[in-house]
């Protein structure tokens, strides 16, 4: 008998970290189908798949190329929706969740009456403290608090993360898939934010997952460093169209937060900051032409 819920898992050449995420999903006190969606790796991972896991809740899908966490998503949860699930749970490759987070997460929407379309796990460091780049929005600019996040109830969010967030799949249904043209970056925001401007979205916090992170930061275009810097562009074009839906508080919070980093950029980036400044506002004019079209489960 199929699971009553899939587990979608976008990933892109880091078959040891994946291996780590499918172990934990196994192991889950409530079972769930997993559906792993390759962006095309070359490291070894459909081999690791095959040799390793011969589950037949597994389902392996290569998607030819990389489509990004955004695109994967949507390539992945309508590929589970063509099934008869009642629930998606996406997670990130990197995530190992704790064994009942899946049955904590529907625990949570059972308390809630079924009154709700997407709800949040917990997602903590290595260190056991709260992952801070994954941390939900009550609203466009407040966060839960840590203290908030340590008592065992539900909080109402506007925005959380792909991390772990579990959705109803007839929700789904009506808003549609992720926008798969973001790429990286805001998919999350933009997807969870749609969600909530219908159903209640929650973070049920006894649902306890771990996000293997290098580091426990946020992303800082004005202190990144390396080969990540290149891919911000997509980061504040998305943000455009992502917060436009919410009016003129929408557009303050884009201009806020991309004036408020542009005069980071002049203190803390050296040689590179015009160069840096320069990402920020074309990105901010490409996104006013960003309009990338919603599509629905087929």
């Not at 008592?151 to 959380?160: C, G, N, P, T």
Request: aromatic fraction near 12%; include cysteine; charge should be positive.
């Amino acid at each position: 008998m199929r699971a009553k819920t899939a587990a979608i898992v976008v990933t892109h050449n880091r078959k040891e970290l994946l291996r780590r995420c499918i172990e934990s999903l196994l192991v889950q006190t409530v079972r769930c189908d997993i559906y792993v969606i390759d962006n095309a790796s070359d490291d070894g991972t459909s081999d690791m798949i095959r040799d390793e896991f011969d589950e037949t809740s597994l389902y392996y899908f290569n998607t030819g190329s990389n489509l990004g966490c955004a695109g994967g998503n949507e390539f992945g949860i309508n590929k589970a929706l063509q099934q008869n699930y009642a629930y998606v749970w996406i997670l990130d490759d990197d995530v190992i969740p704790e064994r009942n987070s899946l049955e904590m997460l529907l625990r949570g929407g059972k308390a809630l009456k079924g009154n709700w379309g997407a709800l949040s796990s917990v997602v903590k460091w290595k260190d056991g403290s709260i992952c801070k780049a994954n941390r939900q929005k009550k609203s466009l600019l407040t966060f839960v608090t840590d203290r908030e996040l340590k008592k065992k109830k539900l909080i109402r969010a506007k925005m959380v993360s792909f991390a772990s967030m579990l959705i109803k799949s007839d929700v789904i249904r009506e808003v549609g898939l992720p926008k798969g043209e973001y790429f990286i970056w805001t998919d999350d925001y933009e997807y969870s934010g749609r969600i909530s401007r219908k159903y209640p979205v929650y973070v049920v916090t006894p649902s306890v997952v771990n996000h293997e992170m290098k580091k426990n930061k946020k992303h800082d275009f004005a202190t990144e460093r390396g080969e990540r810097i290149r891919r911000y562009k997509y980061l504040f074009r998305n943000d455009v169209d992502c917060y436009r839906e919410y009016g003129p508080a929408g557009w303050f919070y884009i201009l806020l937060k991309d004036v408020g980093t542009s005069v980071k950029i002049l203190f803390c980036s050296g040689a590179d900051a015009g160069q840096r400044i320069r990402v920020i506002w074309r990105s901010f004019r490409k996104g006013l032409h960003f309009h990338p079209q919603i599509r629905y489960p087929s």
